[in-house]
């Protein structure tokens, strides 16, 4: 059960094609963030909206593109990826202005970079 | 640099006793966080510490030495469900979320 929901589940794209994740949140939270997530790595933060604001961005390529066009829903446009690419894309929402901030995950995309 | 260190692997049998630690060093400290990550599913928030001392929440206990740069997390009575990995995390004076690389954990009956 989670109030984060994202698609696809799963994604196998060649390394010229194009293609977006969706994430939606039921939580009335004001931030939004992507995280990347590989095999016994931590997790690697990518891009943080708070209010639909992208606030951070952590050197990621420019062949990921954040989209925010409001509080509940976050997309992440692919393009032109590389097999390196290759890894679990997690979402996650929070409510900016509790006590605790604590995240609360959506389920990933699995994504295989060909 | 920043760093959050825990074991990348443990094992222990079903109705045992299990600690997992985390140690970190951050710029700043503003709470630690445990999550649970079922393979192939959304890590699940645990238990959030930001003063010293311990934190239960029924099972799972979550310990915190902000002097020792040191938590653990205790999980009591094992399930056969609990098998996952079990993520640490610290917010640090930029208010950003340092995570450690996980440890999974494998119960045995």
């Known amino acids: 059960e989670t109030g984060v929901t994202q698609t696809p589940r799963h994604l196998v794209m060649g390394m010229t094609n194009k293609k977006s994740l969706k994430c939606e949140q039921h939580?009335?939270?004001?931030?939004m963030y992507w995280y990347k997530q590989s095999a016994k790595k931590p997790l690697e933060l990518m891009f943080v909206?708070?209010?639909?604001?992208?606030?951070e961005n952590n050197s990621v390529p420019s062949r990921f593109s954040p989209e925010c066009p409001n509080s509940s829903h976050l997309f992440l446009h692919l393009h032109t990826l590389q097999p390196e690419d290759s890894a679990l894309y997690l979402c996650?929402?929070?409510?900016?202005?509790?006590?605790?901030?604590?995240?609360?995950f959506g389920p990933g995309t699995r994504l295989t970079v060909l | 640099g920043q760093n959050i260190d825990q074991p990348t692997e443990m094992t222990a049998t079903e109705g045992a006793i299990v600690q997992i630690n985390c140690t970190y060093q951050t710029s700043g400290f503003n709470g630690l966080f445990w999550y649970q990550q079922h393979a192939g599913e959304a890590p699940t928030f645990l238990s959030y510490n930001v003063l010293d001392g311990l934190e239960e929440k029924g099972r799972f206990s979550s310990f915190l030495s902000r002097s020792k740069g040191y938590s653990y997390l205790l999980l009591k009575e094992l399930q056969m469900k609990d098998s996952a990995s079990y993520l640490c995390a610290v917010r640090d004076s930029n208010y950003q979320l340092i995570w450690g690389a996980g440890t999974k954990l494998i119960i045995k009956p």
């Open positions: 909206y708070n209010f639909k604001e992208q606030t």
């Open positions: 939580l009335g939270h004001n931030a």
């Open positions: 996650a929402s929070s409510q900016r202005t509790s006590d605790t901030d604590t995240q609360y």
